[in-house]
């Protein structure tokens, strides 16, 4: 390790080399910080020099800790035994041909159990996490995900399902997937659901492809043009593109909301016009007043409308996309229903669609049937005449639905609702507290999240500054720099899972910060300082690219 | 309701307004949801498991049964430690590692599983991981793409997932690319067809191959691309990441890509997801990656970090020209499927392919022998799965042998094809035991 650390006076608390596994927890803060009980893994346990800095001198220096598993690597040590064969052992050589048999077996690494363990829980301690810390990602719904929904997925007879095995045995699945359908189907307002999607993004292409289809059977196969408002995800525009469309950016007005003489004047004669991709409440965290004339706009130009319900969880149970003109919507269940982000996955979004687009939907499906004795039984459809056919490889991420559908099921309809009402609470409440520290950019109630700009910050402090500070301070950062159409943006989101006492604490934090940025502007443009390591240089990355080990 | 009444009542008054009604008051009237969503009542815990337990009761799974279903998801031993790291909240309730000094945690996982899923396939950069091993093999040929711009056309050989094709077929439409598929010969990619369909030098921008292929032939994968590369073509490879422990490695045969399922490491099928696509390519071809990607750096003290990099490629910065419309990966599965190779290690990884390669042999001999058996394509190698030709329909057999015997048989090939009825696609792995094969040939015996 480097010893070209930053000046003590600047930092919180110093990080210091660390020894093997030193450290139960890479964060330690200052007295503002948020709470360890709170927002911290576990206490530390014994020594933690990774944390506690430079003043115990009774911990030697041990050097940098492993960066990867393979630097564990004893030649000859072994984790977990394989089962033996229990029958004749097979020579490869003599059931493969020489041109299909590995030279070299795979250099994985060879390390024990024990060290396995350490070096993973280690590794599990240096990232922040809903678990451990406030996570005001805006957009992303970094909310509390119920533990039940962990003990019912480890329940006997669901992840051990295999794919393919015949709809007879796997009918309570199919049940529990049915009826994920319906509980998205009654939220969405819309007419039938495909649980397809494995993410978002999945699911945007997923609903552009069934619009292509349906302006082929419509009169609309010239259609090319999606126009997409200028604050919206950059899957939108990037799903256009991989569906054969062109996609087209539609201004936000002063307000942050779809400028409607601009929409007429993009609209013109409308020929060319397949549809619009819309976020609502956009990312902004506005709701789109004139969302109901948007769509009537697009339908009167032979388009259809899309919307991205990312964030869904401000609006449960108080309109439904269905009622306000939208013909396709994909949810996020891993942000409205609780499906845990998982570092970056698995997530999964389905989309819910109007009568019309239903035909077009992808395969296999499910269909619900009589089963002639009173009851139900439960099919996969393999194929259907218009469908846009297979976008994916089996049918669904079952383990998914199983959590989004013990969640739903867990809140009933007046638990959805309240989560959008605390939603859209938390985030008035911190906007209101926050608008006097930082700019808020549009400064009007919002919905379940609002973006500030650190563009008038003083001594050169960036966004980016406040964002590596509050890492120090033990609060993942919120989304920086997007929407895009807000300079220097803070996107704050605190959903609806948090306490007042958090939000509290928040800006409690985000005071001192903007002190900070008056007091000791270099101390944050210098941020983190807390963590095992400060800013990376990510153009290095780039320039010296080392993606394995 | 988090909030206390006192809580709901001073944020309120924070805010300015009377009730949570005021703040909703931006949704314009005409549009607002006044009823109850039309849903049954709330579940308290104990309902709940009560009710998920009887829906899962309702399924026969390879918990309680022997299955030999394969077909491209496959039951493998998985380590308990796997579960219990991956249990780590810090793991499962993270976002993705857009904060480097928030999830070096994250980014170094990603970090050894880029460099395990490489070392497995012979190749030089891997991203994150993709949705599952069909939208893999489609991100490999939209890369391919990218990279031959002029090409109008897609070679698919017949052994490719039926999934995978029909993923192919789909997303090819949209983009007005031609896709040929090539039938096998004798069960095998016969790699002067593959050349025979590209065309003319320049038309086609990949050639895909599977090995082991769908019905479980070992494919030769190097007359596979070296067909490829004489047409200009890029050759992607599927394959099965396990039947890599005792085959040769992709990479060293000349694939451009190789892509396919990682779930098979270290997670369970799922019904089929959330699985774990896998992609790797050549490091000249880094642009060109779809999704995340994890490389090591330092930090300004010149401590060593790791940050998703090249992020000029994706969606976020990229927009409508973004290399994908991609902005996940299946990182818990992954960490998984990393921990299990980790877990395994260089000689447990060898050892596991030698046990389905054992066992699967050890099936295949016994039900050859049976009277009305015989193995579909005999003169062809196979690692853990292979077709096997039934005296009566396959899905008869499957349906007596649960019935009958307690056991989840194979894959029923007239699923994919109606004219080949009476033959099965059995997958043994280490997760079948010597008495479960034997019950297996047993019963089959007896249905003969």
Redesign the interface.
């Given at each position: 390790?480097?010893t070209?650390?930053?000046p003590a006076d600047e930092r919180i608390a110093a990080g210091k080399p660390s020894a093997l596994y030193a450290s139960a927890s890479d964060t330690q803060h200052g007295r503002l910080a948020m709470s360890q009980h709170d927002f911290t893994?576990s206490p530390a346990v014994g020594p933690s020099p990774e944390s506690s800095g430079n003043t115990n001198p009774d911990v030697p220096e041990l050097g940098?800790p492993p960066?990867?598993?393979?630097e564990l690597t004893v030649p000859g040590?072994?984790?977990?035994?394989?089962?033996?064969?229990?029958?004749?052992?097979?020579d490869?050589a003599s059931?493969?041909?020489d041109?299909?048999?590995?030279?070299?077996?795979?250099?994985?690494?060879?390390?024990g159990?024990l060290d396995?363990?350490r070096h993973?829980?280690r590794?599990?301690?240096?990232?922040?996490?809903?678990?451990?810390?406030f996570?005001p990602?805006g957009s992303?719904t970094?909310k509390y995900?119920p533990l039940?929904n962990?003990?019912?997925c480890a329940?006997?007879?669901?992840?051990?399902?295999?794919?393919?095995?015949?709809d007879d045995?796997?009918?309570?699945?199919l049940?529990?997937c049915w009826r994920t359908e319906?509980?998205l189907k009654?939220?969405s307002?819309l007419d039938a659901v495909s649980l397809h999607p494995?993410?978002?993004?999945?699911g945007?292409?997923t609903a552009l492809?069934c619009m292509?289809a349906w302006l082929d059977d419509n009169d609309g196969a010239h259609k090319q043009v999606i126009l997409v408002p200028d604050s919206a995800?950059?899957?939108n525009?990037?799903?256009?593109?991989?569906?054969?469309f062109k996609?087209k950016e539609l201004k936000s007005d002063a307000r942050g909301r779809v400028d409607m003489g601009h929409l007429a004047q993009v609209i013109g004669d409308g020929k060319d016009i397949a549809g619009l991709m819309i976020t609502n409440p956009s990312t902004l965290g506005?709701?789109e007043?004139n969302?109901?004339a948007i769509c009537q706009a697009v339908h009167d130009a032979g388009g259809l409308v899309y919307m991205d319900g990312a964030n869904m969880n401000a609006?449960?149970?108080?309109?439904?996309p269905g009622?306000?003109g939208v013909d396709v919507m994909h949810f996020n269940l891993h942000k409205t229903f609780s499906q845990?982000?998982?570092?970056?996955?698995?997530?999964?979004g389905p989309i819910a669609v109007c009568d019309k687009l239903t035909p077009y939907l992808?395969v296999p499906k499910i269909a619900r049937e009589d089963d002639g004795a009173g009851g139900h039984r439960f099919r996969v459809v393999?194929s259907s005449e218009k469908s846009?056919?297979?976008?994916?490889?089996?049918?669904?991420?079952?383990?998914?639905m199983?959590r989004s559908y013990?969640y739903?099921?867990?809140?009933?309809?007046?638990?959805?609702?309240?989560i959008?009402?605390?939603a859209?609470?938390?985030g008035?409440?911190l906007r209101?507290?926050l608008r006097e520290i930082f700019t808020c950019w549009i400064d009007e109630?919002c919905?379940h999240e609002f973006v500030a700009t650190g563009r008038d910050l003083p001594n050169g402090v960036k966004t980016t500054d406040i964002?590596?500070r509050l890492?120090d301070y033990g609060v993942?950062?919120p989304t920086i720099y997007?929407p895009l159409i807000v300079p220097e943006a803070l996107m704050i989101e605190p959903t609806?899972?948090?306490?007042?006492?958090t939000l509290d604490r928040f800006v409690e934090i985000m005071t001192t910060i903007r002190e900070e940025c008056d007091t000791r502007p270099e101390t944050l443009k210098?941020a983190?300082h807390t963590?095992?390591?400060?800013?990376?240089?990510?153009v290095?990355?780039?320039k010296?690219?080392?993606?394995?080990? | 309701m988090q909030h206390t009444a006192d809580d709901r009542a001073a944020m309120l008054a924070t805010i300015g307004v009377d009730s949570v009604d005021d703040l909703m008051a931006c949704i314009p009237e005409d549009i607002r949801f006044n009823g109850p969503l039309p849903m049954e009542r709330s579940l308290t815990e104990d309902e709940l498991f009560r009710h998920l337990k009887q829906l899962a009761d309702r399924n026969i799974s390879a918990d309680s049964h022997p299955s030999f279903l394969g077909a491209g998801a496959y039951h493998h031993f998985c380590p308990a430690l796997v579960d219990n790291l991956q249990q780590r909240s810090e793991f499962w309730t993270a976002y993705t590692p857009y904060q480097p000094e928030a999830s070096q945690g994250s980014l170094i996982t990603i970090l050894e599983w880029q460099s395990m899923i490489c070392r497995v396939t012979g190749m030089e950069v891997s991203n994150a991981s993709l949705y599952d091993g069909a939208t893999a093999v489609v991100e490999a040929v939209m890369m391919a793409l990218r990279i031959k711009r002029k090409a109008t056309r897609v070679v698919v050989s017949e052994g490719a997932h039926p999934d995978a094709i029909g993923c192919l077929r789909t997303y090819l439409k949209q983009l007005k690319i031609e896709l040929v598929t090539v039938p096998l010969v004798d069960g095998a990619t016969d790699a002067a067809s593959l050349s025979a369909a590209a065309g003319e030098a320049g038309d086609t921008g990949a050639v895909v191959i599977q090995s082991p292929n769908f019905g479980g032939v070992v494919e030769d994968v190097k007359a596979a691309c070296d067909a490829a590369h004489e047409v200009g073509a890029m050759a992607i490879v599927s394959a099965n990441p396990v039947a890599l422990s005792v085959l040769e490695a992709p990479g060293k045969q000349g694939a451009d890509m190789v892509c396919g399922e990682a779930s098979c490491m270290g997670n369970q099928p799922w019904y089929g997801g959330p699985g774990a696509g896998y992609l790797c390519a050549r490091m000249q071809d880094v642009r060109q990656m779809p999704a995340r990607i994890a490389g090591e750096t330092v930090d300004r003290a010149g401590r060593r970090a790791v940050v998703l990099t090249f992020q000029t490629r994706e969606q976020h910065i990229r927009r409508a020209k973004a290399t994908s419309n991609i902005c996940t990966s299946q990182q818990l599965m992954a960490l998984r499927a990393t921990i299990w190779m980790a877990l395994l290690g260089k000689r447990g990884f060898v050892e596991l392919g030698g046990v389905n390669l054992s066992r699967a042999h050890y099936a295949a001999d016994a039900i050859a022998a049976l009277d009305g058996y015989q193995l579909v394509f005999p003169e062809r190698a196979f690692f853990n799965e292979f077709l096997v030709r039934t005296p009566r329909p396959a899905a008869e057999i499957n349906q007596r042998l649960i019935d009958e015997h307690g056991i989840i048989g194979g894959f029923d090939m007239a699923r994919v094809d109606p004219a080949r009825d009476h033959e099965l696609l059995l997958a043994v792995t280490d997760m079948n035991t010597a008495e479960q094969i034997d019950a297996l040939v047993l019963a089959l015996g007896a249905l003969s």
């Amino acid at each position: 390790m480097s010893t070209s650390t930053p000046p003590a006076d600047e930092r919180i608390a110093a990080g210091k080399p660390s020894a093997l596994y030193a450290s139960a927890s890479d964060t330690q803060h200052g007295r503002l910080a948020m709470s360890q009980h709170d927002f911290t893994p576990s206490p530390a346990v014994g020594p933690s020099p990774e944390s506690s800095g430079n003043t115990n001198p009774d911990v030697p220096e041990l050097g940098e800790p492993p960066l990867t598993i393979f630097e564990l690597t004893v030649p000859g040590r072994r984790g977990v035994l394989p089962p033996p064969a229990g029958v004749p052992a097979v020579d490869p050589a003599s059931v493969l041909p020489d041109f299909a048999r590995r030279s070299d077996p795979a250099e994985l690494p060879e390390v024990g159990e024990l060290d396995t363990q350490r070096h993973y829980t280690r590794l599990s301690t240096l990232n922040f996490s809903i678990a451990n810390s406030f996570y005001p990602l805006g957009s992303c719904t970094m909310k509390y995900n119920p533990l039940i929904n962990e003990r019912v997925c480890a329940l006997p007879g669901l992840g051990s399902l295999h794919p393919l095995q015949p709809d007879d045995q796997v009918q309570g699945m199919l049940e529990l997937c049915w009826r994920t359908e319906e509980l998205l189907k009654a939220v969405s307002g819309l007419d039938a659901v495909s649980l397809h999607p494995a993410a978002g993004a999945h699911g945007e292409l997923t609903a552009l492809m069934c619009m292509r289809a349906w302006l082929d059977d419509n009169d609309g196969a010239h259609k090319q043009v999606i126009l997409v408002p200028d604050s919206a995800h950059g899957t939108n525009p990037a799903s256009c593109t991989i569906a054969g469309f062109k996609s087209k950016e539609l201004k936000s007005d002063a307000r942050g909301r779809v400028d409607m003489g601009h929409l007429a004047q993009v609209i013109g004669d409308g020929k060319d016009i397949a549809g619009l991709m819309i976020t609502n409440p956009s990312t902004l965290g506005l709701f789109e007043p004139n969302i109901a004339a948007i769509c009537q706009a697009v339908h009167d130009a032979g388009g259809l409308v899309y919307m991205d319900g990312a964030n869904m969880n401000a609006i449960l149970g108080r309109t439904r996309p269905g009622d306000f003109g939208v013909d396709v919507m994909h949810f996020n269940l891993h942000k409205t229903f609780s499906q845990p982000h998982g570092g970056g996955g698995p997530g999964a979004g389905p989309i819910a669609v109007c009568d019309k687009l239903t035909p077009y939907l992808p395969v296999p499906k499910i269909a619900r049937e009589d089963d002639g004795a009173g009851g139900h039984r439960f099919r996969v459809v393999e194929s259907s005449e218009k469908s846009i056919g297979r976008t994916r490889g089996f049918m669904l991420h079952a383990g998914v639905m199983v959590r989004s559908y013990a969640y739903m099921r867990a809140n009933g309809p007046e638990g959805l609702k309240d989560i959008a009402d605390s939603a859209v609470l938390n985030g008035n409440y911190l906007r209101v507290r926050l608008r006097e520290i930082f700019t808020c950019w549009i400064d009007e109630p919002c919905m379940h999240e609002f973006v500030a700009t650190g563009r008038d910050l003083p001594n050169g402090v960036k966004t980016t500054d406040i964002a590596k500070r509050l890492i120090d301070y033990g609060v993942h950062p919120p989304t920086i720099y997007f929407p895009l159409i807000v300079p220097e943006a803070l996107m704050i989101e605190p959903t609806e899972t948090e306490s007042k006492q958090t939000l509290d604490r928040f800006v409690e934090i985000m005071t001192t910060i903007r002190e900070e940025c008056d007091t000791r502007p270099e101390t944050l443009k210098t941020a983190p300082h807390t963590r095992i390591i400060g800013r990376p240089d990510e153009v290095r990355a780039v320039k010296e690219p080392k993606v394995t080990v | 309701m988090q909030h206390t009444a006192d809580d709901r009542a001073a944020m309120l008054a924070t805010i300015g307004v009377d009730s949570v009604d005021d703040l909703m008051a931006c949704i314009p009237e005409d549009i607002r949801f006044n009823g109850p969503l039309p849903m049954e009542r709330s579940l308290t815990e104990d309902e709940l498991f009560r009710h998920l337990k009887q829906l899962a009761d309702r399924n026969i799974s390879a918990d309680s049964h022997p299955s030999f279903l394969g077909a491209g998801a496959y039951h493998h031993f998985c380590p308990a430690l796997v579960d219990n790291l991956q249990q780590r909240s810090e793991f499962w309730t993270a976002y993705t590692p857009y904060q480097p000094e928030a999830s070096q945690g994250s980014l170094i996982t990603i970090l050894e599983w880029q460099s395990m899923i490489c070392r497995v396939t012979g190749m030089e950069v891997s991203n994150a991981s993709l949705y599952d091993g069909a939208t893999a093999v489609v991100e490999a040929v939209m890369m391919a793409l990218r990279i031959k711009r002029k090409a109008t056309r897609v070679v698919v050989s017949e052994g490719a997932h039926p999934d995978a094709i029909g993923c192919l077929r789909t997303y090819l439409k949209q983009l007005k690319i031609e896709l040929v598929t090539v039938p096998l010969v004798d069960g095998a990619t016969d790699a002067a067809s593959l050349s025979a369909a590209a065309g003319e030098a320049g038309d086609t921008g990949a050639v895909v191959i599977q090995s082991p292929n769908f019905g479980g032939v070992v494919e030769d994968v190097k007359a596979a691309c070296d067909a490829a590369h004489e047409v200009g073509a890029m050759a992607i490879v599927s394959a099965n990441p396990v039947a890599l422990s005792v085959l040769e490695a992709p990479g060293k045969q000349g694939a451009d890509m190789v892509c396919g399922e990682a779930s098979c490491m270290g997670n369970q099928p799922w019904y089929g997801g959330p699985g774990a696509g896998y992609l790797c390519a050549r490091m000249q071809d880094v642009r060109q990656m779809p999704a995340r990607i994890a490389g090591e750096t330092v930090d300004r003290a010149g401590r060593r970090a790791v940050v998703l990099t090249f992020q000029t490629r994706e969606q976020h910065i990229r927009r409508a020209k973004a290399t994908s419309n991609i902005c996940t990966s299946q990182q818990l599965m992954a960490l998984r499927a990393t921990i299990w190779m980790a877990l395994l290690g260089k000689r447990g990884f060898v050892e596991l392919g030698g046990v389905n390669l054992s066992r699967a042999h050890y099936a295949a001999d016994a039900i050859a022998a049976l009277d009305g058996y015989q193995l579909v394509f005999p003169e062809r190698a196979f690692f853990n799965e292979f077709l096997v030709r039934t005296p009566r329909p396959a899905a008869e057999i499957n349906q007596r042998l649960i019935d009958e015997h307690g056991i989840i048989g194979g894959f029923d090939m007239a699923r994919v094809d109606p004219a080949r009825d009476h033959e099965l696609l059995l997958a043994v792995t280490d997760m079948n035991t010597a008495e479960q094969i034997d019950a297996l040939v047993l019963a089959l015996g007896a249905l003969s």
